[in-house]
């Protein structure tokens, strides 16, 4: 006799082989939100995330009819071999959902496994979820049939070789061909165009809702300065809309959003891992694009949270069970750590005593030289024997007992929970990548200003710059020149130097913010261009009648703020890069001796001549470098 008591579950598993590399499946699978919307699955909705738990309220329909309710566990994955799902259910044909996949590499093709572990609300419903289950798993084989084909098709580059999905919106190619002869008629790039204008017509929903100008740019292969100018001129003619987005710092993916810098909220609270954080321009504003609905009318729909896709810069995401182990490899190179999702604890993970000397400048206790553990100032976090490839570290209920590890090449990390509940554990990297058009260089960016010279933060709304470059010119002689020629002479020779230092400022990617009598303030988003731009003034500048440019640069952070129907500098890094320009001498460039370091290869070919002096309303005396003069 059959048993009826046995729980009504079943498990599943596919397999297939492609001729495609790892890394390739990856980037199409671990896109959850394009996968469950390509295989047919219905848009599912968020609820609030229940504080002190790693798990958020989800809804959705099962075949559009059935409602689901549903509480989501983070995804568990490593990048490029693995990643699965949890789902525990309080309505709908399912009790219990794991499902995953694995990647494995043999003679240059891959092995997909995918699998499912499923329990059904009852017996009788186990038919019926083993045919959806399996026609899920032939359709996302399916799927990545169609990414191959995509490859070789004309359209290859203009939807980045994704499969081309069946559309909920349509383009309207009329109005959309009109548009793009009006953008090559501005003088755009006809290829450029043509990209853009095959996107529209042919990309799926999700790409036309979430344009991405920087990876749009990089999928392409085209220059990222020229794909933003597009963009931006396809925005002013109403081809586009444009909105700009806050990122989370911790999992990094955007959410909240407004079509005006003036719009932005100072603040924000990301639910999902649970941290509150500041508006920051150059780091956590970024800039994307949609279609006009005039042109294609895309409703944005959301088929899964938290896939692995959503953070490419985590490495590995593991839940780790109250009172268990999880083990860890770790890269070969720098810049990663360890975080607890949502309690947000970190713990930097170093590869030798010297980063960590330098990092925390000899905090560490004094410990044997066989071991690899370092702490900042507390008791010994974990051990490791001479010779070990395991590492173990242990969280307790206030977190990890230090701010780093040195990590020995070749060790794992064997982490285990002094807690009394599960939590997820992330191996990420710290530093940010540069695939995000933010803030801070967009508003720099010439076509910006001059296409939208009206978005600008609110009359009075601050926004903060983590990292910002600041650059002083001053006309030395100039009063006395007045005097000697007059005021509409001297003025017309002033008014070319401004002319002069704004186009040089903006072909090195910076912007003047204003003029102070006849000396100018202009930033940049980063040292380099700066700099750049301070050795093409002095190099070009005429110095007619003897009249020689000073310039002074400083870099740090700063507070961005609406004033005068434009975006003003503030803050001690603008002060002091002032107080730099005026300690040097006509035709000279003078800026700090740690900005000198960050720059030394644009430098390296000039005189340098270091210098201590005090400048206005600072303490501590100043080490600056002179260059040239």
């Avoid at 070789?152 to 548009?179: F, G, Q, T, Y």
């Avoid at 925005?235 to 909240?256: H, S, Y």
């Avoid at 640069?553 to 703020?561: D, K």
Wanted: charged share 25%.
């Amino acid at each position: 006799m059959p048993n009826n008591n046995r729980k009504p579950e079943m498990r599943l598993q596919m397999e297939r082989t492609f001729d495609l590399a790892p890394e390739r499946i990856w980037e199409l699978l671990s896109n959850n939100n394009r996968l469950n919307r390509a295989i047919g699955l219905d848009p599912v909705y968020k609820g609030v995330a229940a504080a002190g738990s790693i798990s958020r309220s989800m809804t959705s329909t099962a075949a559009k009819v059935w409602p689901m309710q549903w509480e989501e566990y983070p995804f568990e994955w490593e990048q490029g071999r693995w990643y699965e799902v949890f789902r525990d259910y309080s309505r709908g044909p399912m009790r219990m959902f794991r499902s995953g996949i694995e990647l494995t590499e043999e003679d240059g093709r891959t092995k997909l496994r995918l699998y499912s572990n499923v329990r059904a609300a009852s017996r009788a419903l186990l038919p019926l979820i083993r045919r959806i289950a399996v026609s899920s798993m032939k359709k996302t084989f399916a799927y990545v049939d169609q990414a191959i084909d995509a490859a070789s098709s004309e359209l290859a580059l203009a939807i980045r070789h994704l499969p081309v999905m069946a559309k909920n919106s349509a383009a309207d190619k009329a109005k959309l061909s009109i548009l793009a002869n009006r953008l090559v008629e501005q003088g755009c790039d006809i290829e450029l165009v043509r990209l853009l204008q095959a996107t529209l017509e042919e990309g799926g929903d999700e790409e036309i809702a979430e344009m991405q100008p920087f990876r749009l740019a990089d999928s392409w292969g085209m220059e990222r300065g020229e794909v933003l100018k597009l963009l931006l001129r396809a925005t002013q003619i109403g081809m586009l809309n444009l909105e700009w987005r806050l990122i989370c710092p911790n999992c990094r993916v955007a959410d909240t959003g407004a079509s005006v810098l003036a719009e932005l909220p100072g603040s924000y609270h990301c639910d999902w891992c649970g941290v509150d954080y500041d508006a920051v321009f150059d780091r956590y504003v970024e800039l994307c694009f949609s279609a006009h609905r005039e042109i294609r009318d895309v409703k944005r729909s959301i088929y899964c949270v938290g896939s692995p896709a959503f953070s490419p810069h985590i490495r590995t995401q593991r839940l780790l069970r109250a009172g268990e182990s999880v083990t860890l490899d770790v890269p070969h190179d720098e810049g990663w750590r360890l975080r607890v999702l949502r309690g947000n604890e970190k713990l930097r993970l170093l590869r030798n005593r010297a980063a960590f000397d330098s990092t925390y400048n000899g905090r560490a206790e004094t410990i044997s030289p066989e071991s690899s553990i370092l702490c900042g100032d507390a008791s010994l976090l974990s051990s490791v024997h001479p010779g070990s490839s395991m590492l173990t570290i242990e969280l307790d209920a206030q977190g990890w007992k230090s701010e780093a590890v040195v990590v020995l090449p070749g060790q794992e990390l064997h982490i285990h929970s002094r807690r009394d509940k599960d939590v997820m554990i992330v191996l990420e990297r710290e530093a940010w990548g540069d695939s995000v058009a933010t803030a801070a260089h967009v508003t720099l960016f010439p076509e910006f200003r001059t296409l939208f010279a009206s978005d600008v933060l609110a009359p009075g709304q601050q926004v903060g710059i983590q990292s910002l470059t600041v650059l002083f010119t001053d006309l030395c002689g100039s009063t006395a020149y007045y005097e000697q020629v007059g005021d509409a002479e001297a003025y017309g020779y002033v008014r070319e130097m401004f002319d002069f230092l704004d186009r040089t400022v903006q072909a090195h990617r910076g912007a003047v913010v204003k003029t102070i009598g006849d000396a100018v303030m202009a930033v940049f988003d980063r040292p380099e261009e700066g700099v750049l731009a301070a050795l093409h003034i002095q190099e070009h500048w005429p110095a007619a009648n003897g009249l020689r440019l000073r310039v002074g640069l400083h870099h740090g952070p700063a507070v961005t703020v609406g004033m005068n129907g434009r975006n003003d500098y503030f803050g001690r890094t603008v002060n002091l890069a002032s107080r730099i320009q005026a300690s040097g001498n006509p035709g000279e460039i003078v800026l700090a001796s740690d900005m000198a370091n960050l720059v030394g290869d644009q430098i390296a070919h000039k005189r340098q001549t270091p210098f201590t002096t005090a400048l206005k309303g600072v303490e501590e005396l100043a080490h600056l470098v002179r260059i040239g003069g």
